[in-house]
């Protein structure tokens, strides 16, 4: 933008050189040849002709909560009307996976799924005040659920209940108000009490890139071992938590993905772990609202556009080949592009890089073919009858070995009436939804054998009344390399906000290295602000709301063991031995 902006004073100055050399310009006007505008101000007796300032084109690659993020950004900043932003997507909807349109098996019902449901926790501070703030939302209640318990079930029955935290009291320590609170119903005080040494592993990891370093290169499940937390804790309470939040087990992923993920969702405060689920499908009441706003605010929007590759000039991308799906045939597409966000997971990225020989010949964008995603399964059950299910939201384990399970009622949730057409989509009785996370085993299945999968740990969940239900239809959503997988060494190949070889290209997203400490949707939400920032300009932190603080006893702790550190390290606690390197 001062470039721009230094270019155009340029310019002027020039004409008003011209001008005050009237004379002589007239006399050598055939041998030199002026700019249009030049002429335009020569013809109009010596005044200056107005043009309009160029924009500078925008392209975000990725319509998620990442792109719609930065574009929401850049499109309510004071330059917008400098810019020209334009969102581009391979769907035909906007709001990447999660968005709705999947049909179910039998169309006997008209309801549409989303692939998955996505809680909004306590800690996402960003979305929230967005939620609130959204013109074309009137009010965050009427789009999100209240507080509510949760359950947690294996193929025994319910292993624990997770309370309303803000609830409990008095309020408590972070780390003793989760387990005085947490009702755990089989797993032994002894077998919690094993997962105090963890209490040094949270201490020393600050979601440094120094922190990260160290914690990447093992796997939460080793550090676990080596820190004597017991089997069926981990296995009960860990394992679950790893499934669920970070789509693999934990033997698959990085210990400092597992403590930065559980630190963010568990562990900040009491009420970290508190949740609000969308009262219906997030692609009508959250993106449409967003897309409808964005739009009268001047975004393009391209969906059913997939890129295809890019064009460079003076080591940065000009422009942007995309192949566009429109009315059942393929049209290519170029757009013209000044910076370009890439607001994609580790499985489009690395895709990309395979493609596209302008960004495979650097190295920084080549490390990205390691990304790689894990599958999920998500389905919907439509039944016959009405279920009694104590908890709408609830987690699960040990139904099939390595794979993460969530199960929500949907009909609860969404707050529908099955005795009201308009309300159940023509369903009867209640609309369950089971999701299944590293479920690269499932997604080989048949539709008719997955529904029958599903309905029989259904049935093992809730016993008679569902075994006793008949499935009227069914919707099943396989997304392989969907989300992305937090492995072991991963946290070298993931991108910073910004290309340090092609300067003009930024990420954004949840695999983005960034310092804000949040994670899945929060995380996308705020590193699209922090693209958009450095787009504009802007410090880092503008119109970003940070984490809150460390509770005192955490941050003493911290405090402690980096004041150890310092004099191990003779003065630079990087010189000094880590818990990693004591356990190794």
């Known amino acids: 933008m001062n470039t721009m902006i230094f270019c155009l004073r340029s310019a002027f100055?020039?004409?008003?050189?011209?001008?005050?050399?009237?004379?002589?310009?007239?006399?050598?006007k055939a041998a030199i040849r002026l700019p249009t505008s030049v002429f335009s101000t020569i013809a109009n007796g010596g005044e200056e002709e107005e043009q309009p300032p160029s924009k500078k084109k925008?392209?975000?690659?990725?319509?998620?909560?990442?792109?719609?993020s930065a574009a929401h950004a850049l499109a309510t900043s004071k330059q917008s009307s400098q810019l020209d932003i334009t969102l581009v997507d391979a769907s035909p909807r906007v709001g990447g996976l999660v968005r709705d349109g999947f049909k179910t098996i039998n169309g006997t019902v008209s309801a549409k799924a989303e692939a998955g449901q996505h809680g909004f926790w306590d800690n996402y501070h960003n979305i929230f005040s967005f939620l609130e703030e959204l013109p074309t939302i009137e009010n965050v209640d009427d789009v999100l659920t209240g507080y509510a318990e949760q359950g947690q079930y294996s193929p025994r029955g319910l292993e624990a209940v997770w309370p309303v935290y803000?609830?409990?009291?008095?309020?408590?320590?972070?780390?003793?108000?989760?387990?005085?609170?947490?009702?755990?119903?089989?797993?032994?005080?002894?077998?919690?009490?094993?997962?105090?040494?963890?209490?040094?592993?949270?201490?020393?990891f600050d979601d440094s890139k120094e922190a990260w370093d160290k914690y990447d290169k093992i796997s939460f499940r080793e550090l676990c071992i080596k820190l004597g937390v017991s089997w069926r804790c981990y296995a009960e309470a860990f394992e679950p938590m790893i499934l669920t939040g970070l789509f693999a087990p934990g033997a698959d992923c990085s210990a400092a993905a597992a403590l930065g993920m559980a630190y963010f969702f568990v562990l900040k405060s009491q009420n970290s772990f508190d949740v609000r689920w969308c009262k219906g499908n997030i692609g009508e009441l959250i993106f449409e609202p967003w897309v409808n706003y964005l739009q009268e605010k001047g975004v393009t929007f391209e969906t059913s556009t997939r890129v295809q590759g890019f064009e460079m000039e003076a080591n940065e991308i000009?422009?942007?080949?995309?192949?566009?799906?429109?009315?059942?045939?393929?049209?290519?597409?170029?757009?013209?592009?000044?910076?370009?966000?890439?607001?994609?997971?580790?499985?489009a990225l690395n895709a990309m890089v395979r493609y596209s020989p302008e960004l495979s010949r650097h190295a920084d964008f080549r490390k990205f073919s390691n990304l790689r995603g894990t599958g999920v399964?998500?389905?919907?059950?439509?039944?016959?009858?009405?279920?009694?299910?104590?908890y709408s939201a609830n987690a699960c384990w040990g139904f099939d070995?390595?794979?993460?399970?969530?199960?929500?009622?949907i009909t609860k949730l969404h707050g529908l009436d099955v005795n009201t057409q308009s309300d159940s989509d023509g369903v009867s009785g209640s609309i369950i939804e089971l999701d299944y996370y590293h479920a690269q085993s499932l997604l080989v299945m048949s539709d008719e054998d997955i529904v029958e999968k599903v309905k029989g740990d259904l049935d093992t969940?809730?016993?008679t009344q569902s075994t006793n239900a008949k499935v009227l239809d069914a919707a099943v959503v396989r997304l392989p390399q969907a989300v992305n997988w937090y492995c072991p060494g991963s946290y070298a190949n993931m991108p910073d906000a910004q290309s340090t070889s092609i300067p003009n290209v930024f990420f954004c997203g949840d695999l983005v290295r960034s310092r804000h400490g949040s994670w899945s949707q929060e995380k996308a939400f705020v590193t699209g602000i922090e693209a958009a920032n450095l787009i504009l300009g802007r410090e880092g932190g503008n119109g970003i709301i940070p984490l809150s603080a460390d509770e005192p006893h955490v941050a003493l702790g911290r405090t402690a063991l980096?004041?150890?550190?310092?004099?191990?390290?003779?003065?630079?606690?990087?010189?000094?031995?880590?818990?990693?390197?004591?356990?190794?």
């Open 13 to 28: 100055f020039c004409i008003a050189a011209v001008q005050a050399f009237m004379p002589q310009l007239h006399q050598r």
């Open 401 to 409: 070995e390595g794979v993460g399970m969530t199960y929500f009622d």
């Open 318 to 347: 000009s422009k942007v080949k995309c192949t566009k799906v429109k009315d059942g045939a393929e049209e290519s597409m170029t757009l013209d592009a000044d910076k370009v966000v890439f607001a994609v997971g580790g499985e």
């Open 461 to 463: 969940i809730l016993g």
């Open 166 to 204: 803000r609830d409990s009291q008095p309020q408590l320590p972070t780390g003793l108000a989760q387990a005085l609170y947490t009702k755990f119903t089989n797993l032994s005080p002894l077998d919690r009490a094993s997962a105090l040494p963890l209490v040094l592993a949270f201490s020393e």
């Open 377 to 390: 399964l998500a389905t919907r059950l439509y039944l016959d009858r009405v279920l009694d299910t104590p």
């Open 562 to 584: 980096s004041a150890a550190k310092t004099f191990f390290g003779f003065g630079d606690a990087q010189r000094a031995p880590s818990l990693v390197d004591f356990l190794w």
């Open 58 to 68: 925008v392209c975000i690659i990725g319509a998620g909560w990442g792109g719609l």
